[in-house]
């Protein structure tokens, strides 16, 4: 199967899933995660009309996507990867959405670049749901603090929320805390679901669905 029809699949599947859901979200974008994927491959979504594209690694980003995105003007570049300060600036020049802002420290770090740059991508909170040691994202309980500093104290642009559930889980609870959390928090997107479970994804309301290898081809 070429990119283009791997993407023509998805696209069916998440509308399938939409119709089946009882309340799915307004819209569900897919973002195109192509990490890893040379811009050979990248050009070939792009040809098949796809837009949306999430990177997990400023540096790799920074390689292959400045030259697309002044080619392709409407594309739309998110990070899905956790962001150090040291990366701030680069970060704020290059990506539309930051998808992984998850801690105080950070949010100070975009609210002081955006004072210096005038830029800022619209935000989405990483809620580490499955409180894993290892993984990015704020704790669900810590997610009320952030959101308030980051939105309503510092009036970033924090416009969703985003989790990447334990690999050996059922991601069905985790997606349905997100969803409660948002709702609580007033934050209209949901950034969930992966190639093996952004149908379920769509079910629990997902705003944007980030699917790589079931586009890309399995990374190496
Ligand atoms: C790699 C990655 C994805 C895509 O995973 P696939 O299983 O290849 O669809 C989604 N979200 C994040 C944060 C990722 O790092």
Do not use: W
């Not at 192509?34 to 690694?57: C, D, M, W």
């Not at 580490?128 to 309980?141: D, H, I, L, M």
Request: charged share 25%.
């Amino acid at each position: 199967m070429s990119i283009a029809e791997n993407l023509a699949a998805i696209m069916a599947r998440i509308d399938a899933a939409r119709k089946a859901a009882v309340q799915p979200a307004p819209a569900t974008h897919l973002v195109a995660v192509s990490k890893t994927v040379p811009e050979s491959g990248i050009r070939e979504a792009l040809a098949a009309g796809q837009r949306r594209f999430g990177e997990n690694r400023v540096q790799e980003a920074g390689v292959k996507f400045p030259s697309l995105k002044s080619e392709f003007p409407d594309l739309e570049l998110h990070l899905i990867g956790p962001l150090q300060t040291n990366k701030v600036k680069e970060a704020v020049a290059l990506f539309d959405v930051i998808q992984s802002l998850d801690r105080i420290k950070l949010a100070d770090a975009l609210a002081l670049e955006r004072g210096r740059s005038g830029r800022m991508p619209r935000l989405f909170v990483q809620v580490n749901t499955g409180e894993e040691a290892q993984k990015a994202g704020v704790p669900p309980r810590e997610a009320g603090n952030l959101i308030a500093y980051a939105r309503d104290m510092l009036k970033l642009p924090v416009e969703g929320l985003m989790c990447i559930p334990p690999a050996d889980d059922d991601a069905a609870p985790h997606f349905a805390l997100l969803l409660k959390l948002a709702r609580e928090h007033g934050l209209p997107n949901l950034s969930m679901g992966m190639s093996g479970d952004f149908e379920l994804a769509v079910r629990f309301g997902a705003t944007h669905v980030r699917v790589g290898s079931a586009i890309f081809g399995a990374r190496g």
